[in-house]
């Protein structure tokens, strides 16, 4: 679990983070969504200590991160699993050696324990054709998988993940929230996704933080998301037509999940 406790966070005199309380619930996704410019990267850098808030508390299961010594924070970073955009691959290691990263840098694995160890995560996001390919031989999916595949490999407590579908096409894009649902339920982990996929918050959304201006505006499942009364946060949320209409029917046939309608793609791409 991960609680904010009152983050605020100025760059020079601008306040760009205005005070956010919320938790984040082990064994769930939790997705912030927001306009752009509303403080979500800085939000999510501020959680995995990139940037060094102006005040306010975040903890990880207890614990202060801002009061940890050097070595504590490495240890937490060893608990972490992160899948950034573009998946920020090593172009010149192959798709085992890109997931085998993390063991080298945070373990004392043997090479075989390493190699098995890739290979259990491999096989996880079904890569297993793949394992000899460099990044520029697969497809954004693809990439997409090995990057998640390198999270997990350390068994990680916390998964960040800032917009795991930009640049994914709606079919993978789908492919992309199931695998991250599933392993947040496999692993237990504390998942925390940066999104502007209205898909994913429909489909994954266990929790949703709406941040506006730096403040928390709203917070809820993806199905109290449907009757939601905080304008703004509909406004961002039903902004494109198709949406308005789903909402529409929803409030007409008093329906409150989504989980019945949409239909999910065959998983192995
Ligand atoms: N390092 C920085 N120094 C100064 N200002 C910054 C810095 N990083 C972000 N900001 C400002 O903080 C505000 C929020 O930016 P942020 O990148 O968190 O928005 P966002 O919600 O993630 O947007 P997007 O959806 O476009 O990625 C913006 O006004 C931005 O200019």
Known sequence: MIEVKDLKKKFDEVEVLKGISTTFETGKVNLIIGQSGSGKTVFLKSLLNVYQPTSGEILFDGK??????????????????????????????????????????????????????????????????????????????????????RAIVNNPKYLFCDEPNSGLDPYTSNIIDDLLLEITKEYNTTTIINSHDMNSVMTIGEKIVYLRLGIKEWEGDKDILINAGNKNLIDFVYSSELFKELREYFMKTNKTSIDNIITKPHKNE
């Open 64 to 149: 202060d991160i801002n009061k940890m010594s050097r070595d504590q924070k490495q240890s937490l970073r060893a608990e972490i699993g992160t899948v950034f955009q573009g998946s920020a691959l090593f172009d010149s290691m192959t798709v085992e050696e890109n997931i085998t990263f993390p063991l080298d840098m945070f373990t004392n694995l043997t090479f075989r324990e390493k190699k098995r160890r890739a290979f259990e995560v491999i096989g996880r996001v079904h890569l297993e054709k793949a394992n000899r390919k460099y990044p520029s031989e697969i497809s954004g999916g693809m990439q997409k998988r090995v990057a998640i595949a």
